[in-house]
């Protein structure tokens, strides 16, 4: 690092802006970064990170300002443009085909050829060589959906490294991988920068941020905030820079969502999941969730948190144990079932499950109210109306009204959106699964907020997130689970991030020879020769 | 992916695998069922190539196009097209009366640029495949008929040696018109493997977003599919006009279906990015075989080889779906 910085910068931007009908996207952005560091760049959603990584890769040309890279002016058309300057990027979706196979995906679009005609042997050997540079050895002919995400997203990595690249972006690339996959790739962005490459860092992950990063750029409203070594910005004043606050005014409301998350519930017992289990998804587990509680499930991506919440709103039917509600075993064998015992859940992929991105605000606030009420006893127009400006209002749904088609809200806002659906029909249990993810950190707290008066007011709620750190923060009782199994659980003062990833240490150590966490798929002789395809 | 033995064939074999298996199946069936009709003799089997050729030939248009997420909907229109053109073009009465040799490559150009423009269109215009190509039937059928409005029995010498062409091979001769299928075949199977062109049709058929950031020419490829598309139905009309001996602005309807039916039989997966050429190959023989096995039963109504090509539609419809949602449940 300190040798490094004598040298000129990599990368230089000044005085970057964009400009879209109506919008300015970026204002005046400058980014200045360095051979062999990690650069996290960070802003809430909207501040123009995005923005300034297309522009940096030529997906959309720049206004004003210029861009030096390597000691030369460049304005990338394209992002193969991009790419030939040494500039390479990794998305937040894995953007590789699926149905290819590994050594096709690392080969596309610059097949070693002779003659026209694409030498498969060499191919092959150049995908094992480019695998290897983020220590991955695979069995290049499988299709690549055969692997799991997170090694797909190190396929896209190594993708991106073999087209030479002095500078890698990555763009929220750790979204959707579980923390021990995590680990390895921070590990490998690692070792990525000794060997002097650049890396520009975006995520949502403050954690990860702390863990990896040399230096923290800030943008906000599309224009540049500040600049700042890592080390030397405490937490606060980083997300202060981010939503434009004083760090003071944020830690005293964190302070305030921990008091109210921590004030204990008054009421009894609402519901008791009694060994609650599937074969194949999840073995039975067991809690107490009082009224007014807010149960988190902790564990790491695959653990069981989902299977968990799915067996409870009855999305999968459980074949073994039962929930008791108000002294009463059921076993929902369908969301409707699970609905009319008060049960509500929002899903873990919004997109995918959730949001009907071309039906209005209002509609999609009104759809489960409806559906509750059967087709037949409609839902008056003014009553719609009221229903979704009442939530618009206390949700604070950042929307210009409420026709406007929800696929154009961002993420935060979406994700309230789903939350007012539920919270529509009242019910006594609410599921949330993964209400922060991919939101930003404003959005978060706001939602870290709504769960602790939604609890305030009496409504029981399971609690599902990634970050553990959340979990830890909203719940009073967490329960921990390991590779599809409870663990253990927690309560009150002993909620902790730290406690909870010790419960989940000390079970990975219990059986040290499971198959637990990533471990690269070996490579055997026989498949090395192995064909993959016709011809 | 967990397996107590080492398999080395990948996810992306099984519709083949499936296809080969069917083939075999109905192939033994009917061997054993009408041997003493010489099922399996070598005259039969040559004659079931020879019945497969003109659908086979536009086939490798229809696989390419799949293969890239597409659909064509103008195939057997353009072949009739393509077959009307020809009879015109060498016909002394209704036509300039030229060679042979200069009216096939005006056949195979026009046939080209009509799929260039169809895939012009859904490129730059971004229209939906489906539309583009049901118009595009509509437009070719009613060229055909205004070319000419009925069959045209060709007269000419040049057409009479072509359709004497043939490579012994035991007691029957190979015709023309399966040199040309198998020899186009090999092509193809080599252009899809071991070209750029070939892979990037797999790529913007596995995920056109993903092509795209990879560097790959979404529009090179989207009109270079269509084009081979109107390329190998124009070939096709070739084809069927020195084996018929006629141009036939009326026939050939439902060709584009038969085609599509082949292409998802041999194992391509209508939603893009997963197939292999000689799959296609396979379910042209499958259909043909069970239309001969339907033949040979003499009782049944020849209504029985839709059915058949019906049902194994179906079944193999149900196969990508199964296989899909089990990428997607592992993935």
């Known amino acids: 690092m300190s040798e490094s910085s004598t040298h000129p910068p990599l990368l230089l931007v000044r005085g970057v802006s964009k400009s879209f009908p109506g919008v300015r996207a970026l204002d005046n952005v400058e980014l200045t970064l360095r051979r062999g560091e990690v650069h996290a760049l960070m802003g809430e959603n909207g501040a ?5 990584i297309k522009v940096l890769t030529g997906v959309y040309p720049h206004d004003g300002g210029t861009i030096e890279f390597d000691g030369r002016a460049i304005s990338p058309a394209s992002p193969r443009d991009a790419e030939r300057a040494g500039i390479s990027t990794v998305y937040q979706e894995v953007n590789l085909v699926p149905t290819l196979s590994v050594a096709e995906n690392l080969c596309v679009g610059r097949f070693p050829t002779r003659g026209g005609l694409i030498r498969w ?29 997170a090694i797909q997203q190190m396929v896209a990595i190594a993708r991106a490294l073999d087209a030479e690249a002095k500078l890698l972006i990555l763009d929220e690339p750790t979204s959707s991988l579980d923390e021990s996959e995590v680990d390895r790739l921070l590990e490998l962005m690692d070792s990525l920068r000794s060997g002097g490459l650049a890396i520009l860092f975006v995520t949502h992950f403050m954690g990860q941020v702390y863990r990896i990063s040399d ?13 700042s070594m890592a080390k030397d910005l405490p937490r606060f004043d980083l997300i202060g820079q981010m939503v434009g606050k004083d760090p003071e005014a944020l830690r005293a409301r964190e302070a305030e969502v921990r008091a109210l998350h921590q004030k204990k519930a008054g009421g009894g017992t609402l519901a008791r999941v009694n060994g609650l289990g599937k074969q194949g998804s999840v073995a039975p587990v067991g809690f107490e969730i009082g009224e007014g509680q807010t149960v988190g499930l902790g564990g790491l991506l695959g653990s069981g948190r989902t299977e968990t919440a799915r067996l409870i709103f009855g999305i999968d039917k459980a074949d073994a144990g039962s929930l008791e509600i108000d002294g009463k075993a059921h076993r929902p064998g369908s969301p409707r079932e699970a609905m009319a015992l008060g049960i509500a859940m929002t899903p873990d992929d919004r997109k995918v499950n959730g949001i009907i991105p071309n039906l209005s605000v209002r509609d999609n606030i009104v759809l489960a109210l409806q559906s509750k009420r059967g087709i037949w006893r409609r839902i008056s127009p003014k009553a719609q109306r009221d229903l979704a400006a009442k939530y618009i209002a206390s949700l604070n ?21 789903l939350l007012a659906r539920w919270l529509a029909v009242n019910p006594r249990l609410f599921i949330l699964d993964e209400p922060t993810r991919g939101i930003d950190v404003g959005a978060k707290g706001e939602i870290e907020h709504l769960v602790a008066d939604l609890a305030e007011q009496g409504m029981s ?16 009782r967490v329960v921990v689970l390991c590779d599809r199994e409870q663990v253990g659980e927690l309560e009150g003062e002993a909620i902790s991030e730290h406690a909870i990833l010790e419960m989940i240490a000390r079970a990975g150590e219990k059986e040290e020879e499971g198959e637990t966490g990533w471990k690269p798929v070996p490579l055997g002789d026989e498949e090395r020769n192995e064909r993959d395809g016709d011809g | 992916m967990k397996l107590p033995f080492r ?20 192939f033994a069936f009917g061997a054993i069922r009408h041997g003493d009709r010489n099922f399996a003799s070598l005259y039969n089997i040559v004659s079931l190539f020879r019945g497969g050729a003109v659908i086979g030939i536009a086939a490798i248009g229809s696989t390419f196009i799949i293969l890239s997420k597409g659909i064509d909907l103008s195939v057997g229109a353009v072949i009739a097209l393509t077959t009307t053109i020809i009879a015109v073009l060498v016909s002394p009465q209704l036509g300039p009366g030229w060679h042979p040799a200069v009216v096939i490559p005006i056949a195979l150009v026009i046939g080209t640029l009509f799929g260039t423009a169809q ?26 008929f205004s070319v000419h409005p009925q069959n045209i029995a060709i007269e000419h010498d040049a057409f009479h040696a072509m359709q004497s062409i043939g490579i012994p091979l035991g007691r029957s001769d190979v015709p023309l018109a399966v040199i040309v299928l198998l020899v186009f075949y090999a092509i193809a199977m080599f252009v899809s493997r071991y070209t750029n062109f070939g892979r990037e049709v797999y790529t913007i058929g596995g995920d056109e977003p993903s ?22 139905a124009a070939l096709a009309g070739v084809i069927a006009t020195i084996d018929r001996g006629d141009g036939s602005p009326s026939e050939f309807v439902g060709y584009e279906l038969d085609a599509i039916a082949a292409v998802v039989i041999g194992g391509t997966l209508l939603t893009g990015g997963v197939g292999f050429m000689i799959g296609t190959l396979l379910g042209v023989l499958i259909l043909g075989l069970i239309r001969l096995i339907i033949d040979n039963e003499g009782t049944l109504s020849s209504w029985w080889t839709n059915i058949s090509a019906g049902a194994l539609l179906f079944g193999f419809i149900l196969l990508q779906t199964v296989l899909v949602r089990l990428a997607k449940r592992s993935g």
């Open chain 1, 48 to 52: 123009g990170k995005s923005t300034l």
């Open chain 1, 121 to 149: 042997g060499a191919a092959r050997r150049r995908a094992e060589t480019a695998l290897e540079r983020v220590g991955l050895k695979l069995r290049v002919g499988r299709q690549l959906d055969e692997y799991s995400l």
């Open chain 1, 215 to 227: 230096r923290i750029t800030v943008l906000r409203n599309g224009a540049f905030v500040a600049e």
């Open chain 1, 397 to 417: 749904i950042k929307t210009s009204n409420a026709e406007t088609p929800v696929g154009t809200l961002s993420g935060g806002n979406q994700q309230k959106v």
């Open chain 1, 461 to 476: 709620l399971v609690f599902i997130s990634s970050e553990l750190e959340e979990v830890a923060r909203v719940s009073q």
């Open chain 2, 7 to 26: 398999l080395s064939i990948g996810r992306q074999h099984i519709p083949i695998l499936a296809t080969l298996a069917v083939l075999i199946l109905v």
């Open chain 2, 119 to 144: 895939g012009c269109l859904i490129h730059f215009f971004e229209l939906p495949p489906f539309l583009v190509t049901l118009a595009g039937m509509f437009l070719a059928r009613g060229l055909a």
């Open chain 2, 211 to 232: 092509a795209r950031l990879m560097g790959v020419n979404i529009g090179r490829v989207k009109i270079g599919v269509y084009a081979l598309g109107g390329l190998t």
